[in-house]
């Protein structure tokens, strides 16, 4: 098996198993975050959208009233059954929910009004390819919408800050920075309308054990820090560190790309 595939199959055992975590997260199920993406979007009663690896199914569920249908994918099917369990609670009737690889979408080209897809790319191995997919189908002038973790422009602190992430996720492959945000969407015949960073505030203890990390995992996460270079902890901006209330900042990028 590929390298490609490895990690493919690592991301849908680490979300099999953890997938309740997240249909409960309060840091994907809320924030003010959410309430941005349907500003920036402006989504329309017509529209038929696509959420790519929905998670929790979050970000469908709020597009939901104000649009005519949602698509929901992720690719692995314990957190779409989760999801679709928690939509069905919550009385929405015009999501579904469909198996797919954000890399490899299974739908005809001019499919979709809007595309969105938040705090997920940097699980994917080829975002890539999970742009042009996205620019593939969305109709003309459609919308590619995205929020994930954001990294600074300084390769040395990227690289840490994704080590630092992998440690307590091994299926977190790579964060990307803005410039890297934008040259892909620009690569894959997106014009970019929008971009901007926001910060989320993480306590680490719940935020490692989410992904189930045991003590002495979190016991080497709060060693990376402590040792971190001065460009990382000016990004992270680690507070009360080594005590049960240690907490650190973590940059997400909203960035939005129209399909010339």
């Not at 989760?82 to 929405?92: C, D, L, R, V």
Request: proline share 6%; glycine share 6%; with cysteine.
């Amino acid at each position: 098996m590929s390298d490609h595939h490895d990690a493919k199959a690592l991301s849908q055992q680490q979300f099999t198993k953890h997938a309740e975590g997240y249909v409960t997260s309060a840091t994907h199920a809320q924030g003010q975050e959410l309430e941005r993406l349907i500003e920036i979007a402006q989504p329309q009663r017509g529209w038929v959208t696509l959420d790519v690896a929905t998670g929790g199914g979050h970000t469908a569920l709020k597009f939901a009233p104000f649009v005519t249908h949602v698509t929901a994918t992720d690719i692995t099917p314990r957190m779409l059954e989760k999801a679709q369990s928690f939509a069905e609670s919550q009385g929405i009737e015009n999501v579904s929910f469909e198996p797919a690889d954000a890399e490899d979408l299974p739908f005809s080209d001019a499919s979709f009004d809007l595309v969105t897809c938040r705090i997920a790319p940097h699980h994917f191995q080829n975002p890539a390819g999970f742009v042009r997919e996205s620019a593939r189908v969305l109709r003309a002038e459609g919308l590619l919408l995205v929020q994930d973790h954001a990294l600074p422009e300084n390769a040395e602190a990227a690289r840490y800050i994704n080590a630092f992430e992998r440690l307590r996720d091994p299926s977190h492959h790579r964060a990307l920075p803005e410039s890297g945000w934008r040259s892909l969407f620009e690569a894959g015949g997106l014009s970019v309308e929008h971009a901007e960073i926001i910060i989320k505030v993480h306590r680490l203890q719940p935020w490692a054990k989410r992904q189930g990390c045991t003590p002495e995992t979190i016991e080497q996460l709060v060693k990376m820090v402590e040792e971190a270079p001065i460009q990382v902890t000016d990004w992270m901006q680690p507070s009360l560190w080594g005590t049960p209330q240690a907490s650190f900042a973590n940059h997400h990028i909203i960035i939005a790309g129209r399909k010339n």
